[in-house]
């Protein structure tokens, strides 16, 4: 039985939700802080946030190898892994230095990575 039709798919899916729940959330959440709003420090999240991306990329190779061939095709998903890959290459530099500017571009990034996630089911061709 192949994984995208058995009751394991959304259990791994809904697991990567909650990694990128984790994940986003907490950089979100620090991002704000970093932008002046009344959001106490998150530096004692940074658990969840490594927690959280261990558990997005694990799972979502696991839901890219499970049917490679949909994933290669579709448009939504390759955006979505070059703003991933932006993303992420922004987070472990520019974001370190805690400025406004990081804090803007890493909301806008990672909006970005959430949005084209949710085309994928859209652009399936």
């Known amino acids: ?7 394991i798919f959304p259990v791994v899916e809904s697991i990567h939700v909650i990694g990128l729940a984790a994940f986003v959330g907490t950089i979100v959440l620090e991002d704000l802080h970093t932008l002046g709003l009344e959001i106490p420090d998150t530096r004692h999240l940074k658990m969840w946030t490594h927690a959280g991306l261990a558990t997005m990329l694990v799972t979502g190779a696991v839901m890219f190898l499970s049917d490679t061939t949909r994933y290669l095709h579709n448009p939504a998903f390759h955006v979505k892994i070059t703003l991933l890959v932006v993303a992420l290459a922004a987070h472990f530099t520019l974001h370190r230095r805690g400025t406004r500017f990081a804090a803007v571009l890493s ?4 909006t970005s990575v959430v949005l084209a996630a949710r085309a994928i089911a859209d652009f399936d061709v």
């Open 107 to 110: 909301l806008a990034l990672w």
């Open 1 to 7: 039985m192949a994984l995208e039709n058995s009751w």
